[in-house]
């Protein structure tokens, strides 16, 4: 025991200090990763699926194997949603917990069959006009418009003209040439422009229309 300098006994006091620290204390304040496995009805991996977390914003796209991990999540109730094209979409509350791993795996159901997409657009002009005419003729009308004609890759009329239901075509050097209509023989036919008969330079009345250019007539009329 040590000693004062006149020999009388010194008195120490000693103190301990402990510092404790408790499990999971610090853990409440981090933040929760979220994994999972998306699948279909029979097990199938859903390579590519969509998962999105809100109100947090994290988003994450599954892997080959259909697993995804989102990381550093705030703790407290998301909103889960999971899609994948063709399949019917998933949507639900999920409860991060910090500093621990919460795993959602989900089997997405096929989208029915019952869903419509309709897809409208103007009708051209033309084309709306070629249906009116054929609608009130007389007699079998066929319409070919300008618009129709022109949207098409048509070297020349008979290129053009052979689109149309009950023609077909004679072809030279793979362009058309010739025009025949409903299988009949070519002394059946008769071709007018302007109203004007055109005549045939050989001895049936057959006219060569590949010396016609598809951009230069307004519409052709098959009777």
């Known amino acids: 025991m040590p000693t004062s300098n006149n020999g009388s006994p010194l008195a120490f006091s000693y103190r301990a200090f402990y510092s404790i620290f408790l499990p999971g204390a610090a853990a409440q304040t981090g933040s929760g990763i979220l994994t999972g496995r998306i699948t279909d009805r029979v097990g199938g991996v859903l390579q590519g699926a969509r998962v999105d977390l809100q109100p ?11 697993e995804y991990k ?28 910090a500093g621990t791993t919460t795993r959602v795996d989900q089997t997405l159901a096929v989208r029915t069959n019952t869903e419509k997409i309709i897809v409208t657009a103007d009708r051209p002009h033309g084309e709306a006009e070629a249906i009116n005419r054929e609608r009130t003729a007389e007699n079998i009308l066929q319409v070919l418009p300008a618009e129709v004609i022109t949207s098409l890759p048509n070297a020349n009329v008979a290129d053009a003209v052979g689109r149309l239901p009950s023609v077909t075509l004679e072809r030279d050097e793979g362009e058309g040439k010739y025009v025949q209509i409903r299988g009949a023989e070519p002394r059946y036919s008769n071709v007018t422009i302007d109203g004007v008969n055109v005549a045939s330079p050989e001895n049936v009345r057959q006219i060569k229309l590949d010396i016609l250019p598809s951009d230069l007539v307004e519409s052709v009329e098959i009777n």
């Open 56 to 66: 947090s914003g994290a988003a994450a796209v599954t892997n080959n194997h259909g």
């Open 70 to 97: 989102i990381v550093n999540i705030d703790p407290g109730v998301q909103k889960l949603s999971l899609s994948f094209i063709g399949f019917a979409p998933y949507s639900g509350d999920v409860t991060i917990a």
